[in-house]
């Protein structure tokens, strides 16, 4: 292999949310950043820029860093975006507070579904917009991955109903939406005259080969008058430290409304960020396709141990390096998270933060010994003969 994804990083060295929060006998597989040292084009790129212009004071997102986004959408996603709709920020989690408040009332209804990445939850309250939410549905036979619930979007939607916040593809269950719900996900929102803020920091890591991402603005002319695209580089080539983000955004008037809402609330544009993210978009794919390969083995290690574990459900992710396990039936009490950090020594994120307790997601980020490592230590706790 061409890249390094292998060596152990001791990523206590430095303040690491991830590696911080337990102790040190716990491997952690909670936060979603991954345990790869970036692609050896963007420390290039770092470096270049350190040692030619140590200056750092406030600036803009290059034109070559614009454009390259253009040819990535155009390339990857066959989608023909314009310079112009590109608003660079610190961050999706940001941008989706900053939508709520620009482009909604106090009192007015923001929509989700359930699991979601927990600060989807948040930004209701953190806003003065009421929460709304939609469980989604497990596989079924006649269905075998996770899936949206339409009559509960119809039952649930009112006419205070402004926005959509979408995760696509979606975290936790790693779900690419096809385009068969987008065309439905895209006329219940213009039936219910909704803004879409489609968080789609994941797309560039769809692991199932039989998958393709569709950005949902690119469905039709009428959804993508309504939709906010949020882009990132940060999942796929972990960088989220350098705090950059594009939200892409076609319909002039609401790319206004949006920018205006920005002002005062969101920091300048994080000058180390955007190179790093130019290097990512321009010269990262050669990196990013390896990357998709351990994933897609350390996905295949996961699905191993599950079969071997017992009352543990798992629907292969689609996309992302993350994987969300049905605890429920596992004999583990109500929380699942808590009794394998204290009995594995791993470190999962509480499926009680998406809105479904039983459930734990787990962070395949990292090199392969280490996933193999964090298995075996679940394996002693549920494989088919232990105490628990
Ligand atoms: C779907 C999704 N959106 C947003 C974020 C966080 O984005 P940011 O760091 O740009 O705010 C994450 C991080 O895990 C994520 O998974």
């Known amino acids: 292999m061409e890249f390094d994804f292998t060596s152990r990083w001791d990523r206590r060295l430095h303040p690491s949310k991830k590696w911080t929060r337990y102790p040190r006998d716990v491997l952690p597989l909670w936060v979603a950043d991954t345990d790869f040292a970036v692609a050896p084009v963007i420390v290039e790129a770092l470096q270049e820029r350190l040692a030619e212009h140590p200056l750092f004071g406030y600036t803009a997102p290059p034109k070559a860093l614009v454009e390259a986004l253009c040819q990535w959408s155009l390339d990857h996603y066959q989608w023909q975006i314009e310079p112009a709709w590109q608003q660079w920020l610190a961050g999706a989690v940001p941008a989706l507070h900053v939508a709520s408040l620009a482009l909604t009332e106090p009192g007015d209804e923001l929509l989700t579904v359930t699991p979601i990445y927990p600060l989807f939850l948040d930004v209701g309250k ?11 549905l497990p596989p079924s036979d006649e269905i075998p991955h996770w899936h949206l619930d339409r009559d509960a979007f119809e039952n649930v939607v009112t006419p205070r109903t402004r926005m959509l916040l979408w995760c696509h593809p979606h975290n936790p269950t790693g779900r690419v939406f096809d385009h068969e719900e987008l065309e439905w996900l895209a006329d219940f929102v213009e039936r219910h005259d909704l803004l879409v803020c489609s968080d789609e920091l994941h797309c560039d890591l769809i692991v199932a080969p039989e998958c393709r991402h569709i950005p949902l603005a690119s469905m039709n002319a009428r959804i993508a008058r309504r939709t906010i695209t949020l882009w990132a580089a940060t999942k796929t080539f972990n960088i989220a430290g350098l705090t950059t983000c594009c939200a892409v955004i076609s319909d002039a008037k609401l790319r206004q409304r949006f920018r205006d809402g920005c002002e005062g609330l969101m920091p300048s544009h994080n000058v180390l960020g955007l190179i790093a993210t130019e290097a990512a978009y321009r010269e990262g794919n050669a990196w990013r396709l390896e990357l998709l390969k351990v994933l897609r083995s350390n996905l295949t290690l996961l699905e191993r141990h599950v079969e071997r574990w017992t009352g543990i459900t798992c629907i292969p992710s689609q996309a992302t390096f993350l994987a969300w396990l049905d605890c429920r039936h596992a004999g583990l009490g109500e929380n699942p998270q808590q009794v394998l950090l204290e009995k594995a020594r791993v470190g ?23 996933i193999g490592e964090a298995l075996e230590r679940m394996d002693a706790l549920l494989g088919p003969s232990t105490n628990r």
């Open 348 to 370: 999962l994120s509480d499926g009680a933060d998406f809105g479904w307790p039983g459930f734990v997601r787990i962070n395949l980020g990292a090199p392969t010994a280490i």
């Open 126 to 136: 953190k806003t003065g917009r009421t929460m709304l939410t939609v469980p989604m």
